[in-house]
């Protein structure tokens, strides 16, 4: 299987860069996963393919500002530091620009000095890691996550060139838990307004968490699908939540995600027979066609990046045929693309 297999064409004026004022007014593009055939709508009626008695499952985890702009100490250089992910109360994996000139022992400071020219946050590179990421040693007063709330930026992707106006927009209405390095977009297009909707319907909401890390948007940059390594994101799943999913699924229900983070969370967390279980993890999981899906009855998700795991994963889901026929059409109809974009809904 190549992953030249999973390329698409898709002009680049086609790319959001700017979230939409409402969030539900997002255009849908519903699949049938086992026929392909596809029927163009609007976001705010995705509820009107859910049953009473199905589980959306959501990922509530919240990306943190976690680009971080700052200078060498010695030189004054430019440095720009993006956190991956936490090691201890002051250590972190990061991945630093440029990183040729940021070896060990280079100290980097953030904000602007007091009288005393000292800096709120600074920082000194400890160990370099695999893949030329750095691991991190920060030096602050106070707490951590307040210092970044005033020095940090939303981490877009490189794909979006336009500033965020609004810094709420990089997360969904029910981001709670801080960790993320990327949204989980998919659910970027709910509202609260539109999940009570749901609710009322009779479809039980259930929360997962999976730290979003960068890995899952590299490029694959290899020939053959098979040898792609997948970096390792943190995920919880509580003791209701995996009781709700199972009695869900014992009585027949279907199970449908928001976003391919959520569906990694569920086919990490699960046994051979389908049973999800409690309990905290990383995972590496890498899902292309070939894999039997466990819990995962209907996906909603974004438009993803050509060639990217996460086209391989909703091929999974249905099929790479169908899944590019339906990326075509929409392509045709112009719908917008990637993060800031529009939704599919595949079951």
């Known amino acids: 299987m190549k992953t030249s297999d999973f390329y698409y064409d898709l ?15 997002s255009r849908l593009l519903y699949m049938n996963r086992r026929t392909g055939e ?20 959501i990922n509530d985890t919240k990306v943190i500002p976690a680009r971080l702009l700052g200078m060498k100490a010695d030189t004054g250089a430019h440095v720009e530091i993006l956190l991956l992910r ?39 590179i400890e160990d370099i890691l695999d893949e030329g990421n750095r691991k991190v040693r920060f030096h602050y007063e106070g707490i951590f996550e307040e210092v970044l709330l005033r020095l940090g930026e939303m981490p877009l992707p490189p794909y979006i060139h336009h500033k965020l106006k609004d810094q709420s927009r990089y997360n969904t209405v029910y981001a709670e838990h801080d960790g993320s390095a990327a949204a989980p977009t998919a659910g970027l297009h709910f509202t609260k307004e539109l999940l009570e909707s749901i609710r009322e319907k009779g479809v039980k909401i259930v929360h997962v968490t999976l730290h979003v890390g960068l890995g899952t948007f590299r490029p694959v940059k290899v020939d053959d699908v098979e040898k792609h390594h997948m970096h390792s ?26 976003g391919t983070t959520s569906c990694r969370t569920l086919e990490s967390a699960a046994d051979e027979n389908g049973i999800l279980h409690a309990g905290s993890s990383w995972t590496s999981i890498f899902i292309y066609p070939g894999y039997q899906f466990k819990i995962m009855d209907g996906l909603i998700t974004n438009f993803h990046l050509p060639e990217s795991t996460l086209v391989m994963l909703v091929s999974a889901f249905s099929s790479r045929e169908h899944v590019l026929a339906a990326y075509r059409h929409a392509v045709e109809e112009r719908y917008r693309f990637f993060s800031f974009g529009d939704a599919m809904l595949i079951i």
């Not at 002009?11 to 007014?25: G, V």
């Not at 609007?42 to 009107?48: E, L, Q």
């Not at 994101?233 to 928001?258: K, L, Q, S």
């Open 86 to 124: 936490r090691l201890s109360d002051t250590e972190w994996e990061t991945l630093v620009k440029p990183g040729k000139k940021c070896r060990v022992g280079t100290e980097i400071c953030f904000g602007t000095p007091d009288e005393e020219g000292r800096y709120p946050l600074t920082a000194e």
């Open 233 to 258: 994101e943190f995920y919880v799943v509580t003791e209701d939540a995996a009781r709700e999913i199972n009695e869900a699924r014992a009585a027949g229900h279907r199970i449908v995600c928001v």
């Open 11 to 25: 002009p680049e004026e086609l790319i959001a860069q700017d979230p939409l004022t409402d969030r539900a007014a």
């Open 38 to 57: 596809t029927v163009d709508d609007t976001f705010r009626n995705v509820g009107s393919y859910l049953h009473p008695g199905d589980v959306l499952v």
